[in-house]
């Protein structure tokens, strides 16, 4: 189960609402928080499965762009 939400319904600070991917809009933190835990729990599942299907082993995780990989995968359909 997924954490709550700290933010309840604090809105969107409106220097973040130009920060969204194109398409992407959200009126409260609550709801981005929910998003990015959606994105962050699938990148986890992708990269798990990678790993036990031996598809990434434990160098590739310390090769240089691997952790912008792996945060834009958490994030990358949210943020710009």
Sequence with gaps: MAAPSPYSGTPV?????????????????D?????????????????????????IGHADLTRPGTLEDIHAACFGSIWQ
């Design 13 to 29: 600070n409106p220097d973040d609402l130009v920060a969204f991917v194109r398409g992407v809009s959200f009126a409260t933190m």
């Design 31 to 55: 709801e981005v928080f929910k998003a990015e835990t959606v994105a962050i729990a699938a990148a986890s599942e992708d990269l798990l499965l990678a790993i036990a299907n031996n598809e």
